[in-house]
């Protein structure tokens, strides 16, 4: 895909639905007792393949495009798969599915793309196997594809070494069949999606600070789910609204939940002219309508516990560094070198490739931003993250820039183009 420099932007845009929850909303619908109803679900390949996974374990799912129906089996009622469990690209459906696989009455294998099967599978394999689940992989790398055959666990308390929503997830849908308590700690308090949903589909949950702690379920009840959009994807659209001359966009029911709003205390932090309308309670999940206008933007540190918060809007916050005044420093971000591709190489070769003034470091980058950018040919590693992050580059760059790759937006956005073409100012 070619893009060149556009004049700005206007107008409003609702998002698709977070990616996070809509993951839940199928593993728990199945789960639960009764028919759950899920309205705004993100039709994304990732999370088509959380709904072709658990019809192969015998859920009857119905996805008409904008509701999809899910009959649950009871948190017991799931049957062994016939064919294998492919989860394509979604590092979400691996993880999380696993929990709740460790502890069936079958044994299951789980296979993906070439991205899955380089993407760290240890992080849920030890505090799985400490539970007393029969999990390895395939090929002795720790990686996809994973063979579970499952146990009966029992309760832990782990000390998590990372922030990671998906590994405390994990150790958290386990929790929900193993002998006695289950908590998970974590070094930061990471996306508390499961959480919330776990409390709406009558989990006994609860959170003290950076602890998670659930008991074991007879059953869960099923819900009527509406999915707020996904802040990472509003994320591409901040950036442009902010960096792109004579713009302002709205971007409408933004899911604000606040271990996810990092970008949007990033934008303040850096000047930007950014107004936050809270509108509503979905799933306990706050939103909002999120407006920005093109801003004079300075450099900021980025680093610590807001890390979690903003992990996979680094890379659009990249791109944003490097159309404001001065230095910016992302920092405490070594878990972009295990998402869909290696996000700080990726993103500063990329840059650099456009003319930025930037550098990797071990666990960020350091961007001084101020230079123009021009355009060059964008290798997205079929990472839809990076692709988006560069096509707002692109409008904002000198000459053409074609992303290689550019399709793969259809894992968490597939209209994203289009959308951002309504918003193109003639």
């Known amino acids: ?13 609702t998002v698709p639905g977070d990616k996070s929850i809509s993951h839940r909303s199928i593993m728990l619908g199945s789960l639960a007792k009764g028919t759950t109803e899920v309205y705004g679900f993100l039709q994304g390949a990732d999370c088509l393949s959380s709904i072709d996974c658990f019809r192969k374990m015998g859920v009857e799912i119905e996805n008409n ?24 690209n979604s590092g979400t459906t ?78 958290l849908f386990a929790g929900l069949y193993a002998e006695g308590e289950t908590s ?30 659930v008991k074991p379920s007879d059953e869960l009840f099923a819900k009527k789910v509406i999915v707020p959009g996904d802040i990472s994807s509003a994320a591409y659209f901040i950036v442009a609204g902010l960096i792109t001359p004579d713009s302002c966009i709205t971007i409408k029911n933004v899911g604000i939940n606040p271990t996810r709003d990092g970008i949007i205390r990033v934008c303040r932090a850096m000047g930007a002219d950014i107004i ?40 659009a916050i990249a791109i944003l560094a490097c159309f404001a005044a001065g230095k910016t420093v992302i920092k405490d971000a070594q878990e972009l070198k295990v998402k869909e591709s290696n996000r700080i190489d990726v993103m500063v070769d990329n ?15 350091i961007i001084r931003g101020g230079k123009e950018l021009h355009g060059a040919i964008i290798d997205s590693k079929l990472d839809h993250r990076i692709a988006m992050s560069f096509a707002v580059a692109a409008m904002n760059a000198r000459g053409e820039t074609e992303i290689v790759g550019a399709e793969c937006v259809d894992i968490s956005y597939p209209k994203f183009y289009q959308d951002m073409n309504k918003l193109i100012k003639l």
Do not use: W
Not at 4 to 12: D, I, N
Not at 68 to 83: F, H, S, Y
Not at 96 to 101: A, E, K, Q, R, W
Not at 297 to 308: E, F, Q
């Open 65 to 88: 495009g904008s509701v999809v129906t899910i009959k649950g089996r009871g948190l017991r009622g799931l049957v062994a798969p016939k064919d294998t469990l492919d989860v394509g």
């Open 1 to 13: 895909m070619k893009i060149k420099r556009v004049k700005g932007f206007s107008g409003e845009v």
């Open 351 to 365: 840059l650099k490739a456009m003319g930025a003034d930037i550098e990797a470091t071990e666990d960020g980058m």
């Open 94 to 171: 691996t993880r999380l599915m696993s929990g709740i696989l460790a502890a069936q009455n079958f044994t299951s294998k789980i296979i993906g793309d070439a991205s899955i099967q380089k993407r760290p599978m240890k992080r849920i394999m030890t505090p799985l196997s400490m539970m007393g689940a029969d999990i390895e992989s395939e090929l002795g790398n720790d990686c996809a594809p994973l063979i579970i055959k499952g146990q009966a666990l029992k309760g832990i308390n782990y000390d998590s070494p990372v922030a990671s929503a998906q590994v405390k997830s994990a150790v």
């Open 276 to 315: 936050v309308e809270e509108s509503s309670n979905q799933v306990g999940e706050p939103t909002a309508d999120i407006t920005v206008k093109t801003s004079e933007l300075k450099g900021c540190v980025i680093g610590g516990d807001i890390i979690p918060t903003l992990i996979d809007e680094i890379p």
């Open 184 to 213: 998970v700690t974590e070094p930061a308090v990471s996306r508390n999606h499961t959480e919330l949903m776990f409390e709406e589909f009558g989990v006994d949950i609860k959170c003290e600070g950076k602890t998670s702690i």
